[in-house]
């Protein structure tokens, strides 16, 4: 198994940033692609951003490219998002997800493991 463990959520104006970590511990030689997925209260959960297990690939939502940045460090088993000129419409719960592929995986379905979430809330 792989737990994940999200952290850096919180309050912020408009305008401001936020940078999210998400650190796995457990089987973490099986963790290869991760990403972050955020989920609005009435919406459905949506993808962030991913990564591939060696990073040189990315992907982004139309909605926060080039305000936000995935990255990852392998040696510690930890993925971040940094998030800039963070807007209300990014308030969310936002969760890391890890799977096995190595490759960029886009969708929910494609991840075998989750993080509990953490809270990002933009104030306008």
């Known amino acids: 198994q792989v737990q994940l463990v999200e952290s850096g959520g919180g309050l912020v104006q408009a305008g401001g940033s936020l940078r999210l970590s998400c650190a796995a511990s457990g089987r973490t030689f099986s963790v290869g692609a991760m990403g972050w997925f955020r989920q609005a209260p009435g919406k459905e959960r949506e993808i962030v951003s991913a990564?591939?297990?060696?990073?040189?690939?990315?992907s982004y939502a139309d909605s926060v490219k080039g305000r936000f940045t995935i990255s990852r460090d392998n040696a510690k088993n930890t993925v971040y998002l940094q998030m800039n000129s963070l807007k209300p419409e990014d308030t969310a719960v936002y969760y890391c997800?890890?799977?096995?592929?190595?490759?960029?995986?886009?969708?929910?379905?494609?991840?075998?493991?989750w993080g509990q979430g953490t809270q990002v809330t933009v104030s306008s």
């Open positions: 990564i591939s297990w060696s990073g040189r690939t990315t």
């Open positions: 997800a890890a799977d096995s592929a190595i490759d960029v995986v886009t969708t929910p379905l494609g991840y075998a493991y």
